[in-house]
T-cell receptor
Framework: DAGVIQSPRHEVTEMGQEVTLRCKPISGHNSLFWYRQTMMRGLELLIYFNNNVPIDDSGMPEDRFSAKMPNASFSTLKIQPSEPRDSAVYFC????????????FGAGSRLTVL | QKEVEQDPGPLSVPEGAIVSLNCTYSNSAFQYFMWYRQYSRKGPELLMYTYSSGNKEDGRFTAQVDKSSKYISLFIRDSQPSDSATYLCAMKTSHGGNKLVFGAGTILRVKS
């Protein structure tokens, strides 16, 4: 298995632009998570899905952020409009959702908003 | 106060040293305790996990959980430069969904 695949790996954009981050989870995993990592705040859970259904989006900072999971093999995190304070590394992770819920993370998407 | 507290370091040790990394937590409902390792510009990867209290050993790594003190530790014996990374503790309850709560991560540098 190729693991969790994220794209793009790097994104540089200007304030006000729309940003879309993409994730392909591991086949057979039924839980998908979006995290944001910054030096100041560490690793923060934004939202997670079970069986393609959003379960907890309490970590989504504001209405500018939205996430979708149209099927079991694809998810997007969209920021519109983007702001400089959104600059961070965004990780997608997937798991089987049972027991310890061991997460497998992707390599991350590094976002810089100028 | 955060649910999980972890000293961000950095912690710098000579090669061969024994390393002790720690986290404290406030939620007594946590039952699963994990350690993830994150190399620079990579995603975190699971190192070890334990359920409830006790110790678990895997090669040079030992994880300890003390639920009475709400304190977990990761020990690394004979540390190597390749152990240089950020170590994140993570915790989960046995109910209430699949949400993991992460510590801030401790940066470890092992000098050769």
């Amino acid at each position: 298995d190729a693991g969790v695949i994220q794209s793009p790996r790097h994104e540089v954009t200007e304030m006000g632009q729309e940003v879309t981050l993409r994730c392909k989870p591991i086949s057979g995993h039924n839980s998908l998570f979006w995290y944001r990592q910054t030096m100041m705040r560490g690793l923060e859970l934004l939202i997670y899905f079970n069986n393609n259904v959003p379960i907890d989006d309490s970590g989504m900072p504001e209405d500018r952020f939205s996430a979708k999971m149209p099927n079991a093999s694809f998810s997007t995190l969209k920021i519109q409009p983007s702001e400089p304070r959104d600059s961070a590394v965004y990780f997608c992770a997937s798991s089987s959702g049972s027991g310890a819920n061991v997460l497998t993370f992707g390599a991350g998407s590094r976002l810089t908003v100028l | 106060q955060k649910e999980v507290e972890q000293d961000p370091g950095p912690l710098s040790v000579p090669e061969g040293a024994i390393v002790s990394l720690n986290c404290t937590y406030s939620n007594s409902a946590f039952q699963y305790f994990m350690w993830y390792r994150q190399y620079s510009r990579k995603g975190p990867e699971l190192l070890m996990y334990t359920y409830s209290s006790g110790n678990k050993e895997d090669g040079r790594f030992t994880a300890q959980v003390d639920k009475s003190s709400k304190y977990i530790s990761l020990f690394i014996r004979d540390s190597q430069p390749s152990d240089s990374a950020t170590y994140l503790c993570a915790m989960k309850t046995s109910h209430g969904g699949n949400k993991l709560v992460f510590g801030a991560g401790t940066i470890l540098r092992v000098k050769s």
